[in-house]
């Protein structure tokens, strides 16, 4: 019976002290990433070209889908948001991901083809 108890009483214990720390603050709900490197393998992290646009992580592109031949990756930025938060984001790209790696983006089609 004292082994429940002080079993029962470190638990609690534990989730007091999880309930007392503070949220996340390094950026708001809506920013799924700040760099490409926090996506998952095959992914980068994109930004549309809309005013408050929010960063989210993204497929890299396959075999005959659409491309931009000349994606810009921001290399560092900072945003601001309505709410009033700020995040710096570095290795974003403007719209879509680059081809996959052994693809590459024509300039005639806009769509990834096999590397030459």
């Known amino acids: 019976m004292k082994e429940r108890l002080a079993t029962f009483l470190v638990l609690l214990s534990l989730a007091a002290f999880a309930y007392s720390l503070p949220p996340r ?9 700040l760099t490409s490197r926090e996506c998952g ?21 396959k075999l005959g889908e659409m491309c931009r031949p000349v994606n810009d990756l921001i290399t560092s930025a900072n ?12 290795n974003v790209y403007r719209i ?8 590459t983006c024509s300039s005639t089609s806009g769509t990834c083809e096999l590397r030459h």
């Open 25 to 33: 603050k390094d950026r708001p709900f809506y920013v799924d990433c």
């Open 41 to 61: 393998k095959g992914q980068c992290c994109t930004i549309g070209m809309e005013r408050y646009s929010s960063p989210h992580c993204q497929s890299l592109q």
């Open 79 to 90: 945003l601001t948001y309505p709410d009033g938060a700020k995040v710096a984001i570095n």
């Open 96 to 103: 879509l991901c680059p081809c996959k790696d052994r693809f």
